[in-house]
């Protein structure tokens, strides 16, 4: 079993950025995939970027609404998973998951193939 659990989510005007963390304990890999998802209020949980890491290299993928906006990193030695969030738009209010797949590589925004979620951080960005 792997526990994922956010923090980082707050207010932010626009333009402002944010630093979304997720902690990973429980059982590791030293390959997979990992994932940040947001869902906003009416709408279907999304891609937002991704991840995909073996013992020779790491490979990262962005939804375009965030490309150039938002990086996607990870800390193997403390087991942590980051977004770095710049010129945040009201548009990317939401709330933020964390996602782990024990298989590295494939399509990061499929959504049934991770096998652990967190419980979500919470991002508003305001107008």
């Known amino acids: 079993q792997v526990q994922l659990v956010e923090s980082g989510g707050g207010l932010v005007q626009a333009g402002g950025s944010l630093r979304l963390s997720c902690a990973a304990s429980?059982?590791?890999?030293?390959?997979?995939?990992m994932a940040w998802f947001r869902q906003a209020p009416g709408k279907e949980r999304e891609f937002v970027a991704g991840i995909s890491f073996s013992r020779s290299t790491d490979s990262t993928s962005y939804a375009d609404s965030v490309k150039g906006r938002f990086t996607i990193s990870r800390d193997n030695a403390k087991n942590r998973l980051y977004l770095q969030m710049n010129s945040l738009k009201p548009e990317d209010t939401a709330l933020y998951y964390c996602?782990?797949?024990?298989?590295?590589?494939?399509?990061?925004?499929?959504?049934?193939?991770?096998?652990?979620w967190g419980q979500g951080t919470q991002v508003t960005v305001s107008s």
């Open positions: 429980g059982r590791t890999f030293n390959s997979g995939t």
């Open positions: 996602a782990v797949d024990r298989v590295a590589g494939g399509y990061f925004a499929y959504i049934a193939r991770y096998d652990y």
